[in-house]
């Protein structure tokens, strides 16, 4: 089984070695993908303080007002089980200096994040993203850059029927304009929309556009979009990461009424969806968030990044790895004497690099050969009570004698 199969109530779960394997290459294709476009690694603390969230995030969101694990430690902070892994890492740009780096600086990471959510299919309560961040550089390259490598990964691992959907918030002034318009629209027609979006009117307007009940969506299918009131610079900076995707082939739809459930964003937004996936099918996404470092406390610093669901992107390849065989040899002892020189053998073919297993059950020669085969090893090699060995191939059958010199030549073979 390699899916993740959550455990109700709690929306968490086992990662089982059965399903570590997919897991392990979804990370290893992602990190060797980021690593040779020059990102570096970086991990932050599970926990962080609260306000952080609050501030980062943004206090009329879901993640902050429902979703996020606050407790109070011994000395009676607020603190947080990190939802999303932006503001931490802005957090930690500032707290180390990191903008006497030559910039822009380019950091990827990975690990667990968590949010109470209603578990069901692909939402858990703890949940993993690989995500990337390029923070100090406005320009659309590094906008570009950042898709066409999450487009690269996703690829890459094969993930079938994948979107990209894009979309511009603009920046902060063309977007209050807009907003003003869009609440007063929204105050006019008010009588249809649900209870939820009329009490975010003033709040959270945006949200309008990601309802499902019937009456906003009618609304909001006539409601203006931001995309037809960017400025000339925002629309110029969308512009030009449409073409640089283009140029690289990298196909998308525009999404006018794309938003996300993060308060930082600025011009550019992405989602990477999966048809096959149901009602949780964003698989990453992300975009621009040039107002956050200062919102922090730094500098006007402009930043782009993205994440990516690793159990959203497992179950989109929706496969069992092979349960290959995975064991180089097995070492099967016909007597005591022979355990323990296989014990002392194994060991000198693990320093040689070759995964090797004995019998650690008493097990007579028979069922050695039944538990090789059963745990997927590729050959045996039989440690007779004369000396002598003989070395089994598994999956053929054909079994002969080697000379106590041969046994690291043929097993490397
Ligand atoms: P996000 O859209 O909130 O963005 O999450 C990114 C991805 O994490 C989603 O597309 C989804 O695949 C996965 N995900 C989110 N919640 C859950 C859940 N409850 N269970 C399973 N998977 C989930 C962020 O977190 C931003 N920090 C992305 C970003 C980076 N923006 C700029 N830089």
Known sequence: MARPTHHAPRGTFDVLPSEKRLRRRVELVAMTILGRAGYEPIATPIFEETDLFERGVG?????????MFTFEDKGGRSLTLRPEGTAPICR?????GMHKLAQPVKLYYRGPFFRHERPQAGRFRQFHQFGLETIGSDSPLADAEAIILLADILAELGVPGVKLRLGSLGSPGSRASYLAELKAYLRANEADLSKEVRERIELNPLRAFDADDEGTRGVMAKAPTLLERLDTEDAGHFAQVRSLLEA????????????????????????????DLGAQSEIGGGGRYDGLIEQLGGPPTPAVGWAAGIERIMLALAEDEAPARARDVFLAAADDDQRTRALALANELRHAGL????????????GQLKHADRIGARRVLILEADGSLQLRDMETGDQRQVGPGEVLDELSR
């Open 355 to 366: 995964s090797t297993e004995v019998d650690l059950a008493g097990r007579g020669l028979k």
């Open 59 to 67: 206090r009329s969101t879901d993640i902050v007002q429902k979703e």
């Open 248 to 275: 690289d082939g990298i196909p998308y739809e525009i999404d006018p009424t794309l938003v996300r459930g993060l308060d930082y964003y600025t011009r550019t937004i992405f989602s990477f969806v999966c048809s």
């Open 92 to 96: 930690a740009y500032l707290e180390n």
